[in-house]
């Protein structure tokens, strides 16, 4: 009886940990890029129905993901808030960089605009010379 209950503990160790292995190994690059995908597919769509004029928290709120970067600054007196979401992968390095990103620009905590274009207008460059 002892024998034979050493076999199904065994039995069940060796099941249990074989499953531990295929749970560990789903970890490697192409799951890493699909999730990567995942988050830049859903703040491109939550970007398309951001209306000028919301508010930070709002639109902070409408984003499924949190901002990669952010930025505050003062330009000509009014204060300047830029939150930087990923939306497109350049380089497979596993790092986010700004030329990633899609940023959106704040002026007095009201949405202005967003893209490359909304945040040369406010800073004059372009998201490759911030990286």
Request: proline content about 2%.
């Amino acid at each position: 009886m002892q024998q034979s209950t050493r076999l199904l503990v065994l039995v069940f160790l060796a099941v249990w940990l074989s499953g531990c292995v295929v749970a560990i190994g789903n970890d490697g690059p192409e799951s890493r890029d699909s999730r990567w995908a995942e988050i830049e597919r859903d703040n491109r769509r939550a970007i398309d129905s951001l209306l000028m004029g919301m508010g930070i928290r709002e639109v902070q709120l409408a984003m499924p993901h949190e901002a990669d970067f952010s930025e505050a600054f003062m330009v000509d007196g009014v204060a300047h808030r830029v939150l930087f979401y990923r939306t497109q992968r350049v380089e497979g390095d596993g790092v986010t960089s700004r030329n990633e990103t899609t940023p959106l620009v704040f002026a007095d905590g009201q949405l202005v605009g967003w893209g490359e274009s909304a945040w040369f207008d406010v800073t004059g460059r372009t998201l490759a010379e911030v990286d």
